[in-house]
């Protein structure tokens, strides 16, 4: 991206210089050799922050300020340090991303356990047997579940965490198989 004193030109936009002079919209026609001559400098733009793993806003160049989120909870404080509490004196907790992604584990193991509830209801109301390959998929949702847990569980930093999200792939970089936080079992 083209910046000018530190500021970022948008190709399309007029802009106008420290001496006054206003650059019409189609500068980006410019030769290089041109643009840098009027002041303005190139800057390789950066790949933007995973917002999974980061907070992060951008600068007016281009660049992002880039704070990694914390792995573990963390007690609320004011500006002071002296602690937030809610209602009940109970100490405020920002999650972090253990609890965030153990909640939402939780959550897809309930979601995929509720497409196969109806044969539990029907074994209630009518008594007719739930099917083997239901309860099988069931255990192992279940399973994978605890598993993925775990391992959210084990990271001992961020970049452990973040191995979680990689797919598996062969050197062809074909991908067999899961990212490790995802791997759960082929839906029946």
Known sequence: MWTYNGKRICEGQAWTDDSGVQHPGNWAIWSEAEKVARGLVWIAPQPKPDGRFYWFSQNADGTYVITPKKLEDTNRTTHAGVSLLDNNGVQRVTPGL??????????????????????????QDTGVDVPADIQKYRDEVRLAAGIIEGEIAACADLDDFKKLFDIPTETDGNQTGNAPINNWPEPI
Do not use: F, N
């Open 98 to 123: 253990k609890s965030e992604w153990i909640a939402r584990t939780k959550q897809t193991q309930g979601s995929l356990l509720a497409q196969t509830d109806w044969a539990y209801v029907r074994k």
